[in-house]
T-cell receptor, first 114, second 112 residues
Framework: GAVVSQHPSWVICKSGTSVKIECRSL??????MFWYRQFPKQSLMLMAT?????????EQGVEKDKFLINHASLTLSTLTVTSAHPEDSSFYIC??????????FGEGSWLTVV | QKEVEQDPGPLSVPEGAIVSLNCTYS??????FMWYRQYSRKGPELLMY????GNKEDGRFTAQVDKSSKYISLFIRDSQPSDSATYLC????????????FGQGTTLQVKP
């Protein structure tokens, strides 16, 4: 099946710094990618829809200035957590459509802000 | 009422048992349904994808959609300890945005 790759898998950063997470579709082009956040023992919470060549669409309650999304190519979307704080520590997952109404997820990125 | 409801469990079964995982949804306009498996600390993995009503089988897994009762199921035959994970049902909903609506996820433990 289609493969979506995320990098890094794990990242620890200091409070107040910014961290970038990359999401790549490895064997297909994705005009749309999605970014989720998942807290322990909870389901995935959609943060934003990333559209190639245009601005991302954020879900209600998600700060667009804090979670910057860039979808510069058909195979790459990035999520930058700016001025990270400990409450931003979470599991961030991206997904992309592989065509045929199927959605594939990346392996996820664990962010710990200390 | 949530658009997709799923019992979070946990569900514990012995190895070799038949597992039935279920979700209900609220909107009869929903057409596409997916089951994802998520191992601890990993991203979800697409297991099954179905459209409209009926059954779909893939190895030990069978996905079933009953649109009359707005009920979707995933059956796992001959369950293995490696099947221990959280199973998420999902649908696109009635919009064409590509956004997925997830159930809460059911945690399954298969004991050897």
């Amino acid at each position: 099946g289609a493969v979506v790759s995320q990098h890094p898998s794990w990242v620890i950063c200091k409070s107040g710094t910014s961290v970038k997470i990359e999401c790549r579709s490895l064997d297909f082009q994705a005009t749309t990618m999605f970014w989720y956040r998942q807290f322990p023992k909870q389901s995935l919470m959609l943060m934003a829809t990333s559209n190639e060549g245009s601005k991302a669409t954020y879900e209600q309650g998600v700060e667009k200035d804090k979670f910057l999304i860039n979808h510069a190519s058909l195979t790459l979307s990035t999520l930058t957590v700016t001025s990270a704080h400990p409450e931003d520590s979470s599991f961030y997952i991206c997904s992309a459509s592989g065509g045929g109404n199927t959605i594939y997820f990346g392996e996820g990125s664990w962010l710990t802000v200390v | 009422q949530k658009e997709v409801e799923q019992d979070p469990g946990p569900l514990s079964v012995p190895e070799g048992a038949i597992v039935s995982l279920n979700c209900t949804y609220s909107n009869s306009a929903f057409q596409y349904f997916m089951w994802y498996r998520q191992y601890s600390r990993k991203g979800p993995e697409l297991l099954m994808y179905t459209y409209s009503s009926g059954n779909k089988e893939d190895g030990r897994f069978t996905a079933q959609v009953d649109k009359s009762s707005k009920y979707i199921s995933l059956f796992i035959r001959d369950s293995q300890p490696s099947d221990s994970a959280t199973y998420l049902c999902a649908t696109y909903g009635s919009s064409n945005t590509g956004k997925l609506i997830f159930g809460q996820g059911t945690t399954l433990q298969v004991k050897p």
